[in-house]
Nanobody, 123 residues
Framework: LVVLQESGGGSVQAGESLRLSCQVT????????MAWFRQVPGQQRVGVAG???????TVADSVKGRFTISKDNTKNILYLEMDSLESADSAMYYC?????????????????WGPGTQVTVSS
């Protein structure tokens, strides 16, 4: 059983930074790819960034240059460093995992999900 738990969300001003964390239990990063998604009420869940089992990353164009995905294999933690936050970044952020060698930014690809952490950016 793979269990994911996000943390690090909060309320910030535009231009500030946040770092989200996703504690993972039940699998190793050698076999699973992981990703961050976000969702605004009434809208579809959208991919933000992904990292495959080999460490190759994918970042959505909307956050490229501002968001960085990384992982600490020794602690089994996935991170999302978010800089220069904008009001459009306000959403519930979720981490996801799948036993795979690829990390597409497609929600249906992932089996395992955390409960989410809220990010609110005020302009």
């Amino acid at each position: 059983l793979v269990v994911l738990q996000e943390s690090g969300g909060g309320s910030v001003q535009a231009g500030e930074s946040l770092r989200l964390s996703c504690q993972v239990t039940g699998h190793t990063y050698r076999t699973h790819s992981m990703a961050w998604f976000r969702q605004v009420p009434g809208q579809q869940r959208v991919g933000v960034a992904g990292i495959d089992a080999d460490g190759t990353t994918t970042v959505a164009d909307s956050v490229k240059g501002r968001f960085t995905i990384s992982k600490d294999n020794t602690k089994n933690i996935l991170y999302l460093e978010m800089d220069s936050l904008e009001s459009a970044d306000s959403a519930m952020y979720y981490c996801a995992a799948e036993r795979s060698n690829s990390a597409p930014l497609i929600p249906d690809f992932y089996t395992y999900w955390g409960p989410g952490t809220q990010v609110t950016v005020s302009s």
